[in-house]
């Protein structure tokens, strides 16, 4: 079965500094990787996919990701961290089966300190 | 351009009342829909997928049940509340073309109060 795992339930960095939310995955077959963002009593929105091809991939807000497909991981990066950023940050697979669904890991909370 | 609309965005019920949330999207034909539920503002549970009118499948045995009467309706149900059934639903489409490789696109949330 697949699924999604993020082991900080919260990352707390200054601002300015370089933060990584960290996520790992299992799945059967070639996955498809996720970041989604949620600020609070609203719904997710889409930062950045892993598809195919190079394994940093660029988004939205300055947010990268690098795939790394030895060690399962799916770690999101950004090189200068706002206080705008503080939120929910989840990491999500999806696989060409069975409704394309996609699994949600538990989620990391961010805090950036002025 | 597409849009996903969720309503009531709150809802307050007593303990074995009946539910109805309801989710539309506009702009798009033959979606995939799908209900997810985040409990205490954590991680989200899928609940219910759709990859067509009447076609219904459950991730998980519960309390709720779902429904596609239209090709961009999706509707959350339940019979009797639980107070277990107290959390932030959300709606989700994503395209069929790409199939799972397509960004889902979510709704605002209904929040439900089981009292």
């Known amino acids: 079965a697949q699924s999604v795992a993020q082991p900080e339930d919260q990352v707390n960095v200054a601002e300015g500094n370089p933060l990584t939310v960290k996520c790992t995955y299992s799945v059967s077959g070639n996955p498809y990787l996720f970041w989604y963002v949620q600020y609070p009593n609203r719904g997710l929105q889409f930062l950045l996919k892993y598809i195919t091809g190079d394994n940093l991939v660029k988004g939205s807000y300055g947010f990268e990701a690098e795939f790394n497909k030895s060690q399962t991981s799916f770690h999101l990066k950004k090189p200068s961290a706002l206080v705008s950023d503080s939120a929910l940050y989840f990491c999500a697979v999806s696989l060409d089966t069975g409704g394309f669904k996609t699994i949600f890991g538990a989620g990391t909370r961010l805090f950036v300190k002025a | 351009s597409q849009t996903i609309h969720q309503w009531p965005a709150t809802l307050v019920q007593p303990v074995g009342s009946p539910l109805s949330l309801e989710c539309t999207v506009e702009g798009t034909s033959n979606p995939n829909l799908y209900w997810y539920r985040q409990a205490a503002g954590r991680g989200l549970q899928l609940l219910f997928y759709?990859?067509?009118?009447?076609?219904i499948s459950s991730e998980v045995p519960q309390n709720l049940s779902a429904s596609r009467p239209q090709d961009r309706q999706f509707i959350l149900s339940s019979k009797k509340l639980l107070l277990s059934d107290s959390g932030f639903y959300l709606c989700a489409w994503r395209g069929r073309q790409l199939s799972g490789a397509n960004v889902l696109t979510f709704g605002a949330g209904s929040r439900l109060t089981v009292l």
């Open positions: 759709s990859v067509g009118i009447g076609q």
